[in-house]
């Protein structure tokens, strides 16, 4: 077969990784890897390529990086590539129907949860947030809908307690490359896709920064989720000593006072209901920390109020 690879971010780069070795081996044939534009990052907000463009020019794989598909330039541009099928993971743009109709066997995404639930843009994170036990990798058809079209294959993954965002990413990642070929295999054969039930559809609404303050007023379970949800990024803030201070990981603990208030040095912060106890924090422009040695650099007494 004939195929392009459609990503972005470090969650793609794993599949095209996985993707690449597989084709070589079975005789198929990458032909493109499209990705999103250089994005300013970093101090110096220069322009730097995404992780998968960064990947596909080690692999010498030509690389497309167009700022939407909505043209007709690019839509005749990818219809020439003669594809049989086109592998999406993470990408970030709309797939207009002429995208989605180019390839012989059309378009299929790797999707991050167990479809329905937690259709759209942030699914780890909202799996984590909700205080979901389970969730997994969907290979899905794609369609002109909001992550609607049936599904190939899926695998399940249970989700630790104390599992954060980037760890939830990394598994479901390394996870999602055994279903993906079994769909690429399905796709040849002709099997047909099984559609999605009606029921259990939620959404993974995009992650707002006005989500990332922490409301110590809330319970302890829902604090810890939200760090945990929120770890490694944006991550989970509160002031303290007017200054904003990263949670990217913690534990719900015994414990009861004004939520916000420090109940020890550990630190373990009140809630409303129960208590949360921070291991790894992070100040502004320095490396994140366990909390023993964040306290030697930023001492916080029992009895202190964070924001």
């Known amino acids: 077969m004939r195929i392009a690879f459609m990503g972005t971010p470090d969650f793609a780069a794993r599949i095209l990784s996985d993707l690449a070795a597989w084709c070589r081996d079975r005789g198929h044939e990458l032909v493109a890897v499209y990705s999103q534009p250089p994005r300013q990052a970093g101090r110096g907000r220069k322009p730097q390529p995404s992780p998968v463009r960064r990947l596909a020019d080690s692999l010498g794989i030509p690389v497309f990086t167009p700022e939407r598909l909505k043209g007709k330039a690019e839509q005749q541009a990818f219809a020439a590539l003669g594809l049989d099928v086109a592998v999406v993971a993470a990408y970030g743009l709309i797939l207009p129907k002429p995208i989605l109709d180019a390839p012989r066997l059309g378009c299929i995404n790797v999707h991050a ?7 759209g843009a942030a699914p780890i994170q909202r799996a984590i947030m909700a205080g979901d036990a389970t969730t997994g990798v969907c290979i899905m058809r794609m369609e002109e809908g909001l992550d609607t079209g049936p599904v190939y294959r899926r695998r399940e993954l249970p989700i630790a307690p104390d599992m954060t965002a980037g760890e939830l990413h990394d598994a479901l990642a390394a996870l999602g490359a055994a279903p993906l070929f079994e769909a690429l295999d399905d796709l040849q054969a002709g099997a047909a896709p099984t559609p999605q039930p009606a029921e259990g559809v939620t959404y993974a609404t995009k992650i707002d920064k006005a989500e990332a303050s922490i409301d110590w007023s809330r319970p302890a379970a829902e604090v810890d989720r939200q760090i945990r949800g929120l770890s490694p990024f944006p991550g989970a803030w509160f002031e303290a000593r007017g200054e904003r201070i990263k949670a990217l990981r913690s534990a719900v603990v015994p414990g009861e ?31 994140a920390m366990d909390a023993e040695t964040f306290r030697r650099g930023f001492p916080l007494a029992a009895g202190d109020r964070l924001g």
Not at 260 to 281: H, Q
């Open 257 to 287: 006072g004004a939520p916000g208030t420090l109940l020890d040095e550990a630190p373990t912060v009140a809630c409303g209901e129960g208590a949360v106890r921070l291991t790894v924090l992070q100040r502004a422009g320095k490396a």
């Open 113 to 119: 949860s167990l479809l329905p639930r937690w259709r």
